[in-house]
């Protein structure tokens, strides 16, 4: 697994774009307004922003007060040459995920998450279509 990003869960993503694009000064590669993400081109690994709300409805956590202890503010991002068998690799290790691979058309991606002992998020993800 290589770490491709780190993905910031932000309760207030104008706000959070604002610093790290402008206070920072960090280069900003890819914004979707209406999708609410944005993408920092910080090296090898990237930083991404994305609410918190949409994050934990993509991993089906969505009936979680936002500000709940147990929602994320932060996922590690690893990519993997196939999530499939990642996943069934990983659970022969006993590794409890919080979803099966599955399909985000809108991200172009094939992912999976479970959680470390402490339970941080982890996403392992696959392009669609294309490497990158």
Request: proline share 4%; with cysteine.
């Amino acid at each position: 697994m290589k770490l491709l990003q780190i993905r910031l869960l932000v309760k207030d993503f104008r706000k959070s774009v604002s610093f790290y694009k402008n206070q920072l000064e960090l280069p900003i590669s890819l914004y979707e307004e209406d999708m609410e993400y944005a993408l920092f081109n910080t090296g090898e690994t990237k930083i991404e922003l994305l609410p918190r709300n949409m994050m934990a409805e993509g991993v089906g956590e969505g009936n979680k007060p936002v500000d709940a202890d147990t929602q994320s503010s932060f996922l590690f991002q690893f990519k993997v040459e196939d999530v499939d068998k990642a996943y069934k690799h990983l659970c022969e290790k006993d590794i409890l995920f919080v979803n099966e691979p599955h399909e985000r058309t809108e991200w172009g991606a094939r992912i999976a998450h479970l959680r470390d002992p402490d339970g941080n998020l982890i996403e392992i993800y696959t392009m669609l279509g294309r490497d990158e």
